[in-house]
């Protein structure tokens, strides 16, 4: 992919900022460009492949997709990001939760997780020899970033994970945590879900959590009075049709730009763009809502399941 397609369509004045994502950014010839190299079809109005062609697009703007380059993705599942920044040329640290965790978060049922190397390159974007060469695998948790990879990638990427971390407050941390990883000037670009309905009432504390405008703000803030560059947020929930339709369960994916989600939360997703321009890391408060009791015993409850499901698991027998 030649690297001046894509100044032409985004000069410096219009690169990409924090955003929600919408049908219009969606179906511009930049993100179209991006969803052909991955895959997609131009006529798939998904969210999930807006934060694809987002976390690529952020990227590509900063001159970090090229030869030599070395990125970290959190909570790769199956997408095919690994694969193509290796194609451009990266050196690409691909991770994900360890196989018996993940699979009790039901992440393995449902096809979202990561076991081996082997499982982020299905839609050969990659050459198999170029793959093998510039990509490596290795199970982290989000909320234990291990300390050997501190300063030593130019840039990072998550998409939407950081609202499976267990609380909003969790969630914020690991965004501020992983600025660890880079190196000075580094960018990191992260998804996740955001709040259409309200910037008040969300949901917290649970396996999915979905963050309001007033929690981005203040990550923002958090960054920024750290010494940290955070690209300005656009909170424009897109003017189109698709962006006015919103997916019910069961889920049609087409258009799926915008979603319902525990009953009461319209949901879409929001991109966030950081550079590591400081030196300290931001701690996120403690709770970012209110918690009731029903919310403080559920990780017990969740520790009491774990433990009743391994203890009367059919032992094997060699």
């Not at 929690?215 to 962006?243: K, N, W, Y």
């Not at 209110?290 to 499901?309: D, E, F, G, N, V």
């Amino acid at each position: 992919m030649p690297s001046n397609r894509y100044e032409e369509d985004c000069p410096a004045d219009s690169r990409l900022g924090s955003c929600l994502c919408t049908q219009e950014q969606l179906e511009s010839p930049v993100f179209q460009r991006w969803a052909q190299r991955l895959g997609e079809s131009s006529e798939r109005l998904q969210r999930k492949i807006w934060e694809w062609c987002y976390i690529s697009q952020s990227l590509h703007e900063r001159q970090l997709l090229e030869p030599g380059r070395r990125g970290l993705g959190f909570a790769v599942g199956e997408e095919p990001l690994t694969a193509l920044f290796a194609s451009l040329g990266c050196e690409i640290t691909a991770t994900d939760l360890d196989t018996e965790a993940a699979a009790d978060a039901g992440w393995v049922k449902t096809g979202q997780h990561a076991s081996h190397l082997g499982m982020l390159n299905t839609r050969h974007l990659c050459t198999p020899k170029e793959f093998e060469q510039r990509v490596s695998f290795r199970h982290v948790d989000m909320n234990d970033i291990p300390s050997d990879l501190a300063n030593s990638f130019d840039f990072l990427w998550s998409s939407c994970s950081l609202e499976h971390l267990g609380s909003l407050s969790l969630g914020e941390q690991f965004v501020y945590n992983s600025l660890a990883c880079l190196k000075p000037g580094g960018v990191a670009v992260h998804t996740t879900e955001y709040n259409v309905t309200s910037n008040t009432d969300t949901a917290d504390h649970r396996s999915t959590v979905i963050y309001r405008r007033r929690d981005m703000e203040r990550i923002s803030q958090q960054l920024s009075e750290c010494g940290h560059s955070v690209e300005p947020f656009s909170f424009d929930t897109g003017r189109l049709p698709a962006d006015a339709i919103v997916d019910m369960p069961p889920y049609k994916f087409d258009p799926h730009l915008k979603l319902l989600l525990r009953d009461k939360y319209v949901c879409t997703s929001v991109g966030i763009i950081v550079r590591k321009t400081g030196e300290r890391i931001p701690v996120a408060p403690r709770s970012a809502t209110a918690m009731t009791l029903r919310a403080y015993c559920r990780p017990m409850a969740k520790w009491a399941s774990h433990r009743i499901k391994r203890l009367t698991r059919p032992k094997r027998v060699a």
